[in-house]
């Protein structure tokens, strides 16, 4: 009964290659992220998704590309990977989207993938 | 601009107290949340607390927040081995955006 789950756990590719990581949450829920933490743990948030459209689009560059098929789903593509892109990226839930005033949404975070670029 | 900045490293012995602390820039954050990050592990929600209020406990938990002086702190009693883990502060932005913005995290060591 994983709330959020990412795949692979691992995964370990030679620069220039494109690869993809998934993330499933059976919560319900609404909002989906992804953050990147580096090696010094800094956490930042990368996109954010709402019902399917996005959100939050931080400083990424545009080898990353976010692709949410349905609620429930938020899929991360990256192209022509860099050594700096070598980190644990995160995705995250949360129940709803506010409606222009102050809420508070809990964010539930999957187990991480670790990506290392050689 | 948003900084969340916290110390770095706390050692405590087993069934001491632990404070963790954290100060923001954020003015305008309404909730004010801690994750603990397990080695080789997600973020866990351990606790949050709205910015109305002072304090609030949970369990071996305590939030403390200061929002005059932007000071938010957690402090776990009778610390045990299992709570060894990085502590992250996680104010969320204010306005229509639901966007946490992570400190440095502390890691916490226990030792027994």
């Known amino acids: 009964d994983t709330a959020v789950s990412q795949t692979p756990k691992y995964l370990v590719t030679q620069m220039g290659n494109d690869k993809s990581i998934k993330c499933e949450q059976n919560?319900?829920?609404?909002?989906m992220y992804w953050y990147k933490q580096d090696s010094k743990k800094f956490l930042k948030i990368m996109f954010s998704y709402n019902n399917k459209e996005l959100i939050i689009n931080e400083t990424v560059p545009n080898r990353f590309s976010p692709k949410s098929p349905d609620k429930a789903h938020l899929n991360l593509h990256i192209n022509s990977l860099e050594l700096g892109d070598s980190a644990v990226y995160f995705c995250a839930s949360s129940q709803d989207w506010p409606s222009g005033g102050s809420f508070t949404d809990t964010q539930y975070f999957g187990p991480g993938t670790r990506l290392t670029v050689l | 601009g948003e900084d969340v900045e916290q110390s770095l490293f706390l050692s405590v012995r087993e069934g001491d107290s632990s404070v963790i602390n954290c100060t923001y820039t954020?003015?305008?954050?309404?909730?004010l949340y801690w994750y603990k990050q397990e080695p080789g592990a997600g973020l866990q929600l351990l606790t949050y607390?709205?910015?109305?209020?002072d304090m609030k406990q949970d369990q071996r938990l305590t939030v403390l927040l200061n929002k005059k002086d932007k000071h938010l702190s957690l402090r776990i009693a009778d610390t045990q081995t299992g709570d060894s883990a990085i502590y992250f502060c996680?104010?969320?932005?204010?306005?229509?955006?639901?966007?946490?913005?992570f400190g440095t995290g502390t890691l916490l060591a226990v030792q027994p």
């Open positions: 954020d003015s305008s954050s309404t909730y």
């Open positions: 996680a104010p969320q932005k204010g306005g229509a955006t639901n966007k946490l913005i």
């Open positions: 607390i709205f910015s109305n209020m």
């Open positions: 919560l319900g829920h609404d909002t």
